[in-house]
T-cell receptor
């Protein structure tokens, strides 16, 4: 069974600084996808970034980038130039091709002014 | 393009009652997945519907059931409610995987269910 572990229940960062959220997963699959989702207090789950396991190049989306280490089964999210609007719960998720999505327990990120 | 919508926003029930939650998928999407998110936890997969058929189920008892309609909207029904059913219920819609490539899931805002 696939499991996703986020070892940091809470983190904080000063506005404009950089923060890295950690995620590890366990799978025997070779073809899968990894995601970071943001869930602000409004509850709507928003996709931040996606990584296909077959791609060696790390995904980037503006201020968000990932460090994907397939052999280590690690998938961390780096947020650069943190903004107050980045304050939210962040969930790491795993999905094997054609299957359901498995989420970690989440990291609560607070950006301080 | 209309996003994923869910109703109601909030709901309060008592133990033993039954509840129906509704989800309207995004235009062009034929697959709906339901998730339960307990307070302080990540979402847990309940089941998925594709073309009106259940297409995968997580570790939830049979009192959790669902439907998908020809317009691809969906319902989640929970019978004999228990206190532990109190949670945020999320639905997500997407296009199917038949094209062989990943299709992004778009989440609705959720329904907050409280069981007293």
């Amino acid at each position: 069974a696939q499991t996703v572990t986020q070892s940091q229940p809470e983190m904080s960062v000063q506005e404009a600084e950089t923060v890295t959220l950690s995620c590890t997963y366990d799978t025997s699959e070779n073809n899968y996808y990894l995601f970071w989702y943001k869930q602000p207090p409004s509850r709507q789950m928003i996709l931040v970034i996606r990584q296909e396991a077959y791609k060696q190049q790390n995904a980037t989306e503006n201020r968000f980038s990932v460090n994907f280490q397939k052999a280590a089964k690690s998938f961390s999210l780096k947020i650069s130039d943190s903004q107050l609007g980045d304050t939210a719960m962040y969930f790491c998720a795993f999905m094997k091709h054609g299957s359901d999505m498995r989420f970690g327990a989440g990291t609560r990120l607070t950006v301080k002014p | 393009e209309t996003g994923v919508t869910q109703s109601p926003t909030h709901l309060i029930k008592t133990r033993g009652q039954q509840v129906t939650l509704r989800c309207s998928s995004q235009s062009g999407h034929n697959t709906v997945s339901w998730y339960q998110q307990a307070l302080g936890q990540g979402p847990q997969f309940i089941f998925q519907y594709y073309r009106e058929e259940e297409n995968g189920r997580g570790n939830f008892p049979p009192r959790f059931s669902g439907l998908q309609f020809p317009n691809y909207s969906s319902e989640l029904n929970v019978n004999a409610l228990e206190l532990d059913d109190s949670a945020l219920y999320l639905c997500a819609s997407s296009r199917s995987w038949t094209s062989g490539s990943y299709n992004e899931q778009f989440f609705g805002p959720g329904t907050r269910l409280t069981v007293l």
